[in-house]
């Protein structure tokens, strides 16, 4: 984890541009595409820490690069060839021979003329980074330097990063404001954290990732939001070894795939009580109980394959959400509506709402 406090700087400084925003679309009165805004903010983060520079995307109120839409289409497309995963070769084939631009296309040019400049850089050894940090980058031109690692690795490593990292985030934090500002007591008990906290002095503004550890209402709040709304909606196909496996009273030969979606898991009333189906995070406060839920928590994954990019993920949510809680109220443009969703691979959130200052009118 300490490698990872060590992006902290990178995540306040993005955190302060979207602070910063919040307060004029507060001031504009405007209506705010909330998960939209948010992807802005998860892609400004992932931009900073991958490559030291970030996309601007949230200065500039817009997709500055085009990789946003591709990578939705990118990942809708796999979710549904990922089903007869042997279609692919096929269709990237054909996709090809008719000239037509895979989704992933402008993230894949993007990394490659940073990648590029920073390898030529390097060569020169005038890569110095300016943050307290060495970027993913950094390290791995260094490494692919040092005859560790080749030219696609680095672009794979990369381009992960960032399809990987940024709309999973984005999900979380968007459905976690979501809960937040249609749940009043949840909203007004995580107040009452902060605002306790920052009066006795134990956090910063920003809070800083360290001080978050000890803030329980808080990472009860995001386990619920991770629990409620995992961000992928397929299952995690696993290939079964040789010698088969029995799994529920029930036996498959090696070979076979099996895979469990973290929301069949997730809503499960066994594990988590009867209302299962309600952003409840005091559910966390049993010692006895949280040990058997956490096993069951899936929203990164299990096992050889679990997200990697998890605890950066964790600073992010843990910084940027009491940020925007202890500042800014959340008006909701259909408060009386239930969180709509698009579903493929990632299940997005959809919702706009108005920011104003907290306590404003
Ligand atoms: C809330 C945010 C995130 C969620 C919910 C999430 C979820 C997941 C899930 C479910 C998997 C598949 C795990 C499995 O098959 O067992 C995964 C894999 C992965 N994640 Fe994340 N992720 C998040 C953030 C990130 C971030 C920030 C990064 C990068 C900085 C990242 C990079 C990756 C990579 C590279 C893999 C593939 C790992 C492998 O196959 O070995 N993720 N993630």
Redesign the pocket.
Known sequence: MSSMVSYEKAVDDMTTICIRKMHQFAEDGRLTDVPHWMQYYAFDV?GE??FNKSFGMMEHEADTTGMIPGIRKANDSLAFLGIIPNLLPWVITLTTLIGKQSGSGALNGYALDVISETREMNKQSTVRDSKSYDTFLKKLVDMEAGGRIKMPNVMDACA??IG???D??A??LSAALFYLFTNPQVLKTLREEIDTMAADGRISDPVTFQEAQDMHYLQATIKET?RLH???GTI?PRVVPEGGIELSSQYFPAGTEVGVN?WVLHYSKDTYGPDAERFRPERWNSAEKTKMMESMM?????????????N??LL??TKVIPQIVRKFDLVLEHPDKPMDTKCAWFVYPAYKGWFKLRGSK
Do not use: D, H, K, W
């Open positions: 992932i820490i991958t992960s990063n990987a990292g940024s999973t985030t999900i979380t991770l995992p961000a992928v995690l973290s899936f929203a990164f994954g299990g096992g050889s394959r679990t997200c990697i990019g998890r950066i993920s992010e949510i």
